[in-house]
């Protein structure tokens, strides 16, 4: 059975950095790209960033470019979100997700707060 | 970055009755290269994570249930939900695939009436 389990969510201060952490397991972690989504409260999906088998390919939404970085560790099954210069608008859920270009299994997702 | 636009933003539907929920993007989505849609559609329920239903547009994934299906080519796609059932009530969402930033319509949510 695939699982993604999503970890490192808390209460951020508004320019403060956090790392997200997923843990895969279930799936042969090193043959799929994986990507972030996130879901601010009561609002809709917002596609983050995604990265590819290796880790030499990112692709980021605008609003994060400069800012969030995506990585990998295949050795360990955990991809990974530095979040930098946070934002209150950056309040969300975080999902981890497997792709597959699309997204075809989900974490339950970790709660980042930005508030000061 | 493509945009994409789902209309209605709620629908009410009896049981038993079809639902239908359209999406149009602002690129087509339609690869020359392999003549798929690069387009997605989800189910969430609340406090759960989103659920893939369809893949290039009208493919479904394995264990959703044949009353859903989805159509469409280009810019306009479709959600088709048959016989509406209560397990159905959630908000549902498209997503372009073709390029990055992967990107969502803003979710139609399905009430029963």
Known sequence: EVQL?????????????LRLSC???????????????RQAPGKGLEWVANINKDGSAKYYVGSVKGRFTISRDNAKNSV????????????????????????????????????S | DIVMTQSPDSLTVSLGERATINCKSS?????SSDNKNYLAWYQQ????????LIRWASTRESGVPDRLSGS??????TLTINSLQAEDVAVYYCQQFYSAPLTFGQGT???IK
Request: proline share 6%; glycine share 12%; with cysteine.
């Open chain 2, 45 to 52: 329920k609340p406090g759960q994570p989103p659920r893939l």
């Open chain 2, 27 to 31: 690129q087509n989505l339609l690869s």
């Open chain 1, 23 to 37: 843990v895969a397991s279930g799936f042969t972690f090193e043959n799929y790209w994986m990507s972030w989504v």
């Open chain 1, 80 to 115: 990974y979100l530095q979040m930098n210069s946070l934002r209150v608008e950056d309040t969300a859920i975080y999902y981890c997700a497997r792709s597959q270009w699309p997204e075809d299994k989900w974490g339950q997702g970790t709660l980042l707060t930005v508030s």
């Open chain 2, 109 to 111: 949510k399905v009430e």
């Open chain 2, 72 to 77: 469409g080519s280009g810019t306009d796609f």
């Open chain 1, 5 to 17: 389990v999503e970890s490192g969510g808390g209460l951020v201060q508004p320019g403060g950095s």
